[in-house]
DNA sequence: CATGAATGAGGGTTCATTCAT
DNA sequence: AATGAATGAACCCTCATTCAT
């Protein structure tokens, strides 16, 4: 990698973290290119060199740490045999990764700028089925084993998701004063003690 | 009650209506006071009559929408005398009023007007401890007499909160497609099996 | 005079009162309609009943004022027979006249509404000459008896209301902590010594 | 001095001299943002690069005309060595720097924005002090001297301005149709003549 | 005569984006 | 590549004035 690609990550790099940490912070439309920049230590311009606009840049932090997150949940899980198994450490990662960059969160519950409404509500939908599919085949040979009730897939998988964004959200309202990682065992527990037969 | 009253409480509850339709669209920032009132069909001043400003509007919607559901709430589940059929209805009323309203859910995810941002949080706080206080008694009722596990009462509270808010969410951004009151047995299921011994 | 008549006169004196207050003290632009008909307990609406619009109440109000201090001085001044004393009470008139009506003078430096500029103009030249031509006949008088030099009679009026509202003037600036009244002696002495032979 | 600098420099200056115009000729609340930057030939925000507000612009052209007054009468009249003939040579600048920028003068009597009204009062006591200590020692020393009459030196100085104030006042509400400057000897003669033994 | 709800033109200010350097 | 001065559309809010009651 050349020195110039190098540096040219970097920055692209320090934008989206600082962008992504103010954002969280006063939301989307009060957050200025003018005050990222300067954050960051660059010219307002040089901002438009990384990104078409600011839509642009919305929607690079969340795939960007989307992806960063899938990523972790699949080397850290995939190779784990025991599928309930799979399934606390995954519970485990996603509530680690979100108490760590609990700003993440925070940004995909933002107001959507208006113009591109439709590919946020498409981001959703591919989270969901990534989350699903990543799951999925997990959760079909649990109930052809008869290990898991015979519920709507899709039902099951929003229903987790709402547990962890549910706990999650309930973690950032109370300021973060208590570890969201130790809410591991006991979302677990609702959760599969509910759908294990 | 008079008739000037009466075309108050009209004109200012069309406000509202029109306004959280606009604003679960478009976002808070997005959603112009020209608009709305040119919606409303009346002059852009007369806003300015029925509310301080744009804040005060986007908080007297988001506490009188909370206060019909929790009033409702209140209404159809407090006499009913099984604890299980009470919470069943419960998550019943809060479905359908979200199918009703899917708006208000959309707003209650939006961006926060900055400044006020320790009012928002402490809406919040204040759902959530209405709606545990709401549910409190029968749950530790139901602890003492070993009918449910002994969790952590917050843990429990949020989980359901969680799962509702999942499925509501999923609901919407598959553009409200199917019934989502009819989730309410799969919900009931998947998150009473997991609390009952 | 009728009930009515009455009536009526008190109402507009009592916007004026209080409108020349709340301008003193605010500034033209403002001071609301909504402010002062608030203050004087009556509708908004009826404001347009005594006055053309708010550009009428200003102009009302110097006018009003304008002319009671020129009767003032008229009843008390005139029938003086030595020039310098009728002078020296001249003074003392006028600065009590703003001692007690403080207001008045800040009104007379305010801004002026815009389009009736030249009629604003007009007022202080008619102001000017008023004052001119109840003096011009005793100066005129003296300055024929050798008793005062010979200077234009413009000069030395301007110079004589100069005097009188620097220090008046002064006097409001330093938030009216001493008699204004007091001044009259020194003002007397500073303008006459000078132009007396 | 770089180019950048210059423009710079220039664009601000322009802002001030057209801004100060149409203040004095509207006044201050008439007088609009748009306007002034359409007259500069700028654009509307690019006024937002050069002041804070528009209050800022307002005190802006109050203080910088005053310095620019205050460093003439310094210049030129410090190192005149007999004080009459510096009072002379004040009087004289005073009413140059005011015929020739006769909108300062408009300004200075202008309403002042309500919420800095301390400031603006402030502003006002720096201004007497400033002609006070300029002329103070001089006036002091005459006294001690015996050269003039005994009268605080407060009175002296708010006399001798309002004497220059209100030939000022006159010149304009005549429409400058005389010239100011040459008013420098009648105003020397009847504030001297009063105050010389 | 009296009212005050309703209006909408108009003003100050912000900020994403451009473009000459 | 990098900059930041310049822009102007867009937005919130105010308030003098009107008019139906």
């Known amino acids: 990698m050349t020195d110039w690609s190098v540096k040219m990550k970097n920055k692209r790099k320090m934008i989206l973290k600082v962008a992504e940490r103010l954002i969280s912070q006063k939301g989307y439309s009060k957050t200025t290119i003018e005050e990222i ?4 230590g660059i010219g307002k311009g040089t901002f438009y060199l990384y ?3 600011k839509n642009d840049l919305f929607f ?3 795939k960007e740490e ?3 997150l899938m990523l972790k949940i699949k080397e ?3 190779e784990i045999e025991d599928f309930f198994e799979r399934l606390k450490k995954g519970i485990e990662i996603y509530l680690e990764y979100h108490e760590k960059n609990y700003n993440f969160f925070k940004i ?3 107001e959507k700028p208006f113009i591109k409404r439709k590919s946020f509500e ?3 939908r591919d989270f969901f089925k990534k989350w699903g599919s990543f799951m999925k085949d997990g959760f079909e040979e649990q109930i052809k084993k008869n ?3 015979k519920i709507d897939l899709e039902d099951i998988i929003y229903s987790l998701i709402g547990i962890l964004h549910g706990n999650i959200h309930n973690w950032i309202i109370n300021n973060r004063k208590y570890s969201l990682v130790e809410k591991k065992d006991v979302i677990f527990k609702i959760f599969t003690e509910g759908i294990r037969r």
Request: glycine share 0%.
């Open 60 to 62: 690079s932090i969340i």
């Open 122 to 124: 498409k981001f959703w």
């Open 147 to 149: 290990k898991i009730k």
């Open 108 to 110: 995909l519950l933002q």
């Open 37 to 40: 920049t300067k954050k960051v």
């Open 66 to 68: 989307f992806e960063n």
């Open 51 to 53: 990104f078409k606009d």
């Open 76 to 78: 850290e899980v995939e």
